[in-house]
């Protein structure tokens, strides 16, 4: 079982950067790792994802933008934002799903954290 804390989140200029970061309280090797967002009114969405063999997946509103990066050391997985835009803001949050050669949007998350807020604004 995982404990999972986000932080990174704060206020940031549109065209802006940031780096989110999703720290575990155990090894995370064997987890996909996705990172969701949610608005007030709206659904959470799936933002981007990386397995435990490295592979990647990203929402299409992210692509080219967002890069997630895990570093299975430090037990911690990046979501590295650039050329944010207002509709970015969101709370952001990650989750470890148990399964070794995939991610995806859709599957049953395991463990969740509680979330670090994105403001993008001018």
């Known amino acids: 079982q995982l404990q999972l804390v986000e932080s990174g989140g704060g206020l940031v200029q549109p065209g802006g950067s940031l780096r989110l970061s999703c720290a575990a309280s155990?090894?995370?090797?064997?987890?996909?790792i996705g990172w969701f967002r949610q608005t007030p009114g709206k659904e959470r969405e799936g933002v981007a994802c990386?397995?435990?063999?490295?592979?990647?997946d990203y929402a299409d509103f992210v692509k080219g933008r967002f890069t997630i990066i895990r570093d299975n050391a430090r037990s911690t997985v990046y979501l590295q934002m650039s050329g944010l835009k207002p509709e970015d803001r969101a709370v952001y949050y990650c989750?470890?799903?148990?399964?070794?050669?995939?991610?995806?949007?859709?599957?049953?998350?395991?463990?969740w954290g509680q979330g670090t807020q994105v403001t993008v604004s001018s």
């Open positions: 989750a470890a799903e148990y399964v070794s050669s995939h991610c995806a949007f859709y599957a049953e998350y395991d463990y």
């Open positions: 155990g090894f995370i090797d064997n987890y996909a």
């Open positions: 990386i397995s435990s063999n490295g592979a990647t």
